[in-house]
């Protein structure tokens, strides 16, 4: 029974074992795309934890006949099954796993005590037809085992926050069906970081990748406490339609001093600067394209340029999923009924002139 899986031997197929988000980086990895190395905590972990602790039952009965739009009752239960979770004994198999995993890791980047990010990554999460994304925990610049090991923990718990609790009840996934895993990668030390979609999220329109993204670590954009810069990208001539600098005032960094990453006030000078270059732009759009190509659909991609690397080796993807509002809509033209291949084709040849 594996407790720890290299993302390297994970793909799509190994959703039940690591989740959503683990098994897209391995698809990613096996694609050829550059995502940080890291490994996945697998739902073994989590259940030989939670069948160790002995705590199901009393949580399943807990959570059995919870109205979710009590608000008072949901976020009672959910402190108590998280308190529960957060208080059990980790068995020393799986701890004794993590711990020979993050060792590995270390090893493989060269550096003793290696920043990690440690992420959630439930079985109902970043499917094609409901987004569970932002749902559970994720832990940022973690350094040594023990903190992993808790951090780890803290993301089993999340499982059960009151958000989590009650999405899973309105969309009638069962408690007991949903499992979690936890990824364990490498940070990317990032000068910029953001999302691109392989559509434009307004419109829908397939003939565009929408990218935004700010200074610093990705989850400004993400949690959407910074306004980003934009560019809308023809995906035929890669022409950046669109270029939109906002003013970015906060960017999130790691503080040595505190341990921890914060959110930082960002340079005067920078504030109103792009934070990527056009050839970073050109190449992010090439990558979304591959990863389109590579799914057969629409995605919703994180991605973050690190800044101890050159070009292009500093462009990496930390997480794709498929986009889910445009493409759950009935697939209908509203341009002269034609196909998105043929609107693809009509904006191509726009641009070329042919000799009189």
């Not at 069948?51 to 009393?58: S, V, Y």
């Not at 493989?108 to 990554?121: E, F, N, T, W, Y």
């Not at 340029?305 to 493409?327: C, G, H, M, Y």
Request: with cysteine.
């Amino acid at each position: 029974m594996d407790l720890i899986l290299d993302f390297r031997k994970l793909n799509k197929g190994s959703l039940p074992l690591v989740g959503g988000k683990n098994s897209s980086l391995g698809e990613l990895i096996n694609a050829g795309i550059r995502v940080p190395p890291g490994f996945a905590v697998t739902t073994n972990s989590y259940s030989v934890f939670m069948e160790k602790a002995g705590i199901n039952d009393t949580i399943f009965s807990l959570l059995a006949d919870l109205d979710p739009e009590n608000i008072n009752a949901l976020n009672q239960t959910a402190e108590k099954v998280q308190e529960m979770i957060k208080t059990a004994v980790i068995p020393g198999d799986v701890q004794k796993a993590i711990g020979e995993g993050y060792a590995l890791l270390c090893e493989k980047c060269g550096i003793d005590a290696l920043p990690v990010a440690v992420r959630s990554s439930a079985t109902a999460e970043d499917l094609p037809t409901a987004s569970f994304a932002g749902q559970q925990d994720t832990y940022l610049w973690i350094m040594s085992a023990e903190r992993v090991i808790e951090s780890v923990r803290k993301c089993w718990a999340s499982l059960y926050t009151p958000r989590a609790i009650s999405y899973r009840v309105k969309n009638d996934f069962p408690h007991e069906k949903v499992l979690i895993s936890v990824g364990v990668q490498n940070m990317v030390n990032s000068r910029a970081a953001g999302v691109m979609f392989t559509l434009n999220p307004t419109d829908g329109d397939i003939s565009k990748v929408v990218l935004e993204g700010s200074w610093g670590l990705g989850e400004t954009v993400v949690s959407g406490s910074v306004n980003p810069d934009k560019f809308v990208v023809d995906k035929v001539m890669g022409e950046i339609n669109e270029r939109t600098i906002s003013t970015k005032h906060i960017e999130c960094v790691f503080d040595v001093e505190k341990g921890e990453t914060v959110d930082a006030e960002v340079a005067e000078d920078l504030q109103c600067t792009c934070c990527l270059e056009d050839r970073e732009i050109r190449e992010l759009v090439k990558t979304a394209k591959t990863i389109e190509a590579h799914y057969g659909r629409a995605m919703d991609i994180e991605w973050a340029i690190d800044k101890d690397f050159l070009f292009p080796e500093n462009i990496f993807i930390v997480q794709a999923r498929p986009e889910t509002v445009w493409s759950q809509r009935k697939k209908e033209s509203v341009l002269g009924k034609k196909t998105g291949y043929q609107l693809l084709m009509d904006q191509a040849m726009k641009r070329i002139k042919l000799p009189e």
